[in-house]
Every structure is written in structure tokens, then in C-alpha cells.
């Protein structure tokens, strides 16, 4: 190739690799300007993700602060913490399935929570997330801005009541027909399916509507949430199940946990009597730990919790944290002492009580085993009467000359106008007891140990004789049942006792504080 042909040749490719370079270098400029756009982009979507990120902390820390995080503590920790502890202790106390279905519960609903929460913690629209987060808010919080259209209180508790079963059914019943004197629309929640049909006309007669078994009453309080201004969940057990669902569904609800009485306070007494095996005494051991476990961080988890005694208020007081614990003990209805059925027309003793209550149980055997040998060496005729619903074969075969199994008594009124003396030799328990009141207000002389007294009040000596041991229950109850004066100013002043401190119409002012809603500001 000649050295002309050559330069051309040299001279064509340097003008197109300059063009080259020119378009090169035209499109890089236009690359850097669309990577700096980009980067604009970015910083500004990382800002607005920043503002997001803080928005889920804000509202992460309501939930973990707030009580209904801590009503999911039981699924979260407790249940974790005390497996191997928690299955057998419920399985010994009331039955493998019913220890199963207590176990995970709470951890359903657990589950549901993080099926339905989490897609909205991560939700692009504010209002889904602020409803979020209403949902897991402490009722203070959240009342002024979601107040319900109507007054209305779910009462929710294990079984349906029954005057004639026990005094927890006897006290409810008071307490609903109270509530609802007082303008409030009550219904209420069975945890069980199985009632008596009578049992629940007799609610429905009161103008009280009943929803029986679990799955009814959850899908009640899911559906129905914003209708109520107040749940009131009875026993441990219970509220253990109801309050996360409650606190789910219903955050503008107050939530108020009635103890009925301190589980874990019965269970660590029953493991001090003297006279049960070890197994027994490791059982109790092991049913008072778990129910402290379990009443601790329900009285951090209700916005109200009641008790039935200044003495039981003052244990709680000492772990519930900031919600108040208030007084709601039993109520009882008292009339006029009837004078035809004076201290010569009466005759024998009674002991009246639940033995689905083990307490009642261990009392009758002590009682019959320990103190009724002093009583018939001075009083040869005298006749234990021993009433109460699902009485046991073992205190049926405790029948004797002087021993008197009745079980159920459908009305008790005939008895205690011709019953001279009522017995109360409880070992241990915890509550008020509803028959020492129930006989006190029917001015029936009651003799007890102090633990059958306890929250009452009482003067001994004046209201009622209290006994400490066989020998002095034996004492107390010979005194009282020969000696016509002491046996008639005892009747009169036990009476007045129920009338002024046990009463609807005293208790009232307490049942209006325990049930009160919260002003709008």
C-alpha cells in the first residue's frame, strides 16, 4: 500500500474515533445525570423510610409497653418457662384435656395476633397502622377516642351460675342483678357449654342474654367488640384465656379480673396441713407456684382488679403495679329474725357447702373425725347435719347416729330456722366464705376457725365464737348450743353484722366504683 493511500487510510479512522470519543463521552454525561437523579431518589426514599422505621418504634414501644402486651405474657413466657412444670400440674388438677387446652390457649391467640398484626405493622397506610396499634393500646389510651354507643358489661366466668351450687355462683348473681339496677346492660359467657336449663332462664329473666362454651364467647367478643364498655372476667383460669382476646379485640373496653379468691393462697395453705401425704404436699406446692405465676401477671394485666376482702387486697396490692385493686365482697340478703323460730325450737348443727370446693371436703372429715367424738361425750344426741352440692361417696359413708349426709338441699331456709348451730372448721382456702355470711344473715351462730372468718371482720365473741383446734371448736360449740343467752345475743348481732356491711344496699356505692367508666376529657 503506497504511503498516500496510507494517510487517508490513518487520517479516516482518527476522525471516526474522535466522533467516538464524542458520543462516548455525550453518553457517559447523560448516564452520570441519570445515576445522580437516581441517587436523589434514593436519598429521599431512604428518608421517607426512616420516617417509617421510627413510626414502627413508636409503635412498637406502645405495644410493648402497653397491658395487653403484657396479657400475652402467659403464651409469650409462661407457658414456655414452665413447660415441664405447667402440663403435669394442670393434668393432676383438673384432667389431661382440660390441662391441654388451658396450656395453649393463650398461645392461639397468640398466633392469631401475629397472623393479623404483623401485615399491618408493614402497611404503607397510616390509618392501618395507627388501628394497629389501637388494637394493642391500654384502655386509657384509647377510651375518649373509642368509647361504645351503649353501656354494657360481658360478665364471662367458668359455669353458669347456680344459687343452689355455691356461693361464687350466689355472689355473681347478686353482683349482675346490681349491675343491671344500676343501667347497665348485662350479659354473659359461660366458659362451658354445659348448663342447666333452669340456670339460664333464670338469667334471662333478669333481661340477661347467655352465651355458653368458649367458642361462642370468643366469637362474641370478636364480633360484637366495640358494644362493650367493661369485660368482667371471674377465676384465673379464665381470665387467662379471655383477657388477650379481650385486649385483641375490645381495647377500649375496661377489663376488670375478679380474683373470686387467691388461688395460689389456697393451694400454698393446703401444703402446710399436717396431716397429707408428701405427694400431696409436693401437688400443692407445685399448684401454688404456678397459680402465683399466673395471678401475678394477671393483676398487671387488667385495668381493675377485684378481690372480696381488705385482707386479700392488701396481697394483691403488693404485686399488681399500677392498676387498683378494689373490694366487691359477697352480698346477701337478710330479713327480719324470725322470733317464732326461737333458741328452744332449734336443735343440731350444720355444715353447708360446695364439695366440687376440696377445702369444704377436708373440713367435714376433720370436723367429723376430730371434733364430733368431744361434742357427743357432752351432747349424746347430737346430729352433724351435712348439706352441700356434689357431696362425694366418702362423706356419704360417714353416716352415722350422729353423722347426717343430706348432699343437695334445694332451699336451705327450713334448715337454718331449725338449726341451732352452724359449723365452719376450715383448714385452709382463701375468699370470704359464703355460707358463714349466708348463715350469719339468717342469725344462725356460727363457730369457725379463723381462716372461716377471715376478711369478715368480725368481733369474736360478739358476732360469731372462733376456735383454733379440736378441743376448742368442741368448747365453743357446746357453749354456744346449751347457753340460751350467749346463743341469742350472738343471733342478733351476727345479723346485724351481714345487714350493715354485707347487704346490697351497703355494698352498692363499692359495685358503682367497680363498674364506673371514665369520663370523655
Known sequence: MDTHLQAQIHTHYTVIGAGSNVHEEQASTAMLRETNEDIQRLRHELMEAHVHIQELRQILDAIVNSKAWRATEVPRHLFDSLKGLFRPVLQKAVGHDRGRQMEYAAQ??????????NPLLISDTPATRIDCLGRFQSTADTIAGCAPRAQCVLFIDALVPDATRDSGSCRLLALMSAVASIGYKVEFAADSEVAE??????????????????????????????????????????????????????????????????????????SLLPDISNDDRQGYHELSHHYSLLEHYLATAA??????????????EGFSGSSPVLVLPNIHKTKELDSSADFTSRSNILFVGSFRHMPNVDAVFYFVNHVMPLLTNRI????????????????????????????????????????????????????????????????????????????????????????????????????????????????????????ERFSERAVLSRIKDVFSIPANP
Request: glycine letters at 6%; a negative charge.
Open 303 to 316: 385495668d381493675r382488679i377485684i378481690v372480696v376482702s381488705d385482707d386479700e387486697r392488701v396481697v394483691v
Open 380 to 499: 349424746s344426741d347430737l346430729v352433724f347435719i351435712v348439706v352441700g352440692s356434689g357431696m362425694p361417696d366418702s362423706i356419704r359413708d360417714l353416716a352415722s347416729a350422729n353423722v347426717l349426709p343430706l348432699g343437695f338441699v334445694d332451699d336451705l331456709t327450713d334448715l337454718y330456722r331449725s338449726i341451732r348451730v352452724v359449723v365452719a372448721p376450715l383448714r385452709y382456702g382463701a375468699g370470704l366464705k359464703g355460707k358463714v355470711g349466708e348463715s350469719m344473715s339468717f342469725g344462725v351462730p356460727v363457730v369457725g376457725t379463723p381462716l372461716a372468718f377471715e376478711g369478715f371482720g368480725i368481733q369474736a365473741g360478739k358476732h360469731a365464737l372462733v376456735a383454733d383446734n379440736p378441743h376448742e371448736l368442741a368448747e365453743a360449740v357446746a357453749n354456744v348450743y346449751t347457753n340460751q343467752s350467749l346463743w341469742e345475743q350472738i343471733s342478733i348481732e351476727a345479723h346485724s353484722f351481714i345487714d
Open 108 to 117: 392461639e391467640v397468640l398466633s392469631q395476633v401475629d397472623d393479623e398484626a
Open 197 to 270: 336449663s333452669s340456670c339460664v332462664m333464670n338469667l334471662e329473666e333478669l333481661g340477661i342474654e347467655v352465651i355458653l362454651g368458649r367458642d361462642a364467647a370468643s366469637n362474641r367478643i370478636e364480633a360484637r367488640a366495640d358494644s362493650y364498655n367493661l369485660f368482667f372476667v371471674s377465676r384465673p383460669d379464665q381470665a387467662a384465656f379471655y383477657l388477650p382476646l379481650i385486649r385483641y379485640y375490645s381495647p377500649q373496653a375496661i377489663a376488670i379480673y375478679d380474683t373470686v379468691d387467691l388461688y395460689f393462697l389456697r393451694y400454698s395453705r393446703a
